[in-house]
T-cell receptor, first 114, second 114 residues
Framework: GNSVTQMEGPVTLSEEAFLTINCTYT??????LFWYVQYPGEGLQLLLK?????DKGSNKGFEATYRKETTSFHLEKGSVQVSDSAVYFC?????????????FGTGTLLAVQP | DSGVTQTPKHLITATGQRVTLRCSPR?????VYWYQQSLDQGLQFLIQ???????AKGNILERFSAQQFPDLHSELNLSSLELGDSALYFC?????????????FGPGTRLTVT
């Protein structure tokens, strides 16, 4: 079946450090891949997405590349800020079929210290 | 602001009771999704409606039901509530039901069953 595996958190970094949050997936065909972010006390916001192999999604300095060969969609940012502290969710939407429901990973808490 | 509204924001009720959560999608979006976020289960897809019809079901209990009305708003009904139903319930909407269509999340309804 379809599933998403994310690295365990929490991830604690100093401001301006480089961020990587690993995400791998299991799915048939070519699912769409997403990163969502949840700030404390808020709902989920779409951070970026990629819909086909080798696509790179980017937003607000964050990037992730859809790697079909390694079934991965790792999230990166070159220089994190305190305001990036949040929970990050990797998700997939199955290819084709009747639904584009999202299947989420467990989430990774990022804490950025000044 | 995602444009998706959910009411109420908080709900506290007793075991055995029934509650209704309401969601209004972004203007023009035809698809509505319900998700449950809990500490032990993470973020799980419950059900999807598209233009008034059920499109897909996920891990939704038989005690739970949902519907989408002609004006496209949706309601999630939870009955015979148990302590384990305490969770954050999110509604999301998207323009279409296809896998490339991103979902926009509401702020959630926090349900506490005592």
């Amino acid at each position: 079946g379809n599933s998403v595996t994310q690295m365990e958190g929490p991830v604690t970094l100093s401001e301006e450090a480089f961020l990587t949050i690993n995400c791998t997936y299991t799915a048939t065909g070519y699912p769409s891949l997403f990163w969502y972010v949840q700030y404390p006390g808020e709902g989920l916001q779409l951070l970026l997405k990629a819909t086909k192999a080798d696509d790179k999604g980017s937003n607000k300095g964050f990037e992730a590349t859809y790697r079909k060969e390694t079934t991965s969609f790792h999230l990166e940012k070159g220089s994190v800020q305190v305001s990036d502290s949040a929970v990050y969710f990797c998700a997939l939407s199955p290819y084709g079929g009747a639904t584009n429901k999202l299947i989420f990973g467990t989430g990774t808490l990022l804490a950025v210290q000044p | 602001d995602s444009g998706v509204t959910q009411t109420p924001k908080h709900l506290i009720t007793a075991t055995g009771q029934r509650v209704t959560l309401r969601c209004s999608p972004r203007s023009g979006d035809l698809s509505v999704y319900w998700y449950q976020q809990s500490l032990d289960q993470g973020l799980q897809f419950l059900i999807q409606y598209y233009n008034g019809e059920e499109r897909a079901k996920g891990n939704i209990l038989e005690r739970f039901s949902a519907q989408q009305f002609p004006d496209l708003h949706s309601e999630l009904n939870l009955s015979s509530l148990e302590l384990g139903d305490s969770a954050l319930y999110f509604c999301a909407s998207s323009g279409t039901g296809t896998s490339v269509s991103e979902q926009y999340f509401g702020p959630g309804t926090r349900l506490t069953v005592t």
